[in-house]
């Protein structure tokens, strides 16, 4: 796909399905990740991929979450499942280090450009994502159980997969008013 193409037709797609990215498939989305930009060579990011019985994992990392803050029947079951949402899930955790020049939030930065560049591999490969993040990102036991401390956070779910059906990209928001000029 033609690199113009790929940065104007980018879109999200929700509703996702077997088969997942292949072996290969995943290695080109992980390298992509490991390309994004990187203030100080800090390497700021660890990607959990999950597939299989790791999206069960995950969904177990969930359930124990929202059991903690109270959800009961439906909404509790409905937190196992939401990793099975796609074939793989990979977290993408901001790993921040201690640096002179490169704050917290640079890093946290560049973990989000790793999100996006493997949703850009993916949709390069045919393949679709969604990037998510929502209360389970934040959730202190989510945290623990995925090793995320201090500074650290999870920048996103990133779900993959094959696309249900063919979408097309939203209608890019006008310039006005997001651009000026100095
Ligand atoms: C940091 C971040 C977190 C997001 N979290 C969610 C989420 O939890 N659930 C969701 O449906 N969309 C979420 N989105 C939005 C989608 O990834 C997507 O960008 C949005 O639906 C617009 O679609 P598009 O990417 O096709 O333009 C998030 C986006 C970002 C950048």
């Known amino acids: 796909m033609d690199a113009k193409a790929l940065l104007l037709n980018r879109h999200s797609q929700p509703r996702l399905t077997y088969p997942g990215p292949t072996a ?16 100080a060579g800090l390497t700021p990011w660890e990607f959990v991929v999950a597939e299989g019985e790791g ?9 124990q979450a929202a059991k903690a803050d109270g959800a009961e029947g439906e909404a509790l079951a409905r937190a196992r499942l939401l990793p099975t949402r796609a074939p793989v899930v990979i977290t993408v955790i901001a790993k921040v280090s201690e640096h002179p020049k490169v704050p917290a939030i640079e890093q946290h930065l560049s973990a989000g450009c790793a ?43 990133l779900y993959i997969g094959t696309p249900l059906k063919q979408t097309e990209a939203r209608s890019a928001p006008a310039l006005e008013g997001l651009v000026r000029h100095l």
């Open 55 to 63: 999206l069960e994992r995950l969904g177990e990392i969930y359930f």
């Open 115 to 157: 999100v996006m560049a493997m949703q850009m591999m993916a949709y390069s490969l045919g393949l679709g994502g969604i990037w998510r993040t929502g209360p389970y990102a934040r959730h202190p036991l989510v945290r623990e159980a995925l090793g995320v401390q201090g500074d650290d956070e999870i920048v996103g779910f």
């Open 24 to 39: 290969e498939q995943l290695d080109l989305m992980l390298a992509a990740g490991a390309r994004a930009p990187d203030h």
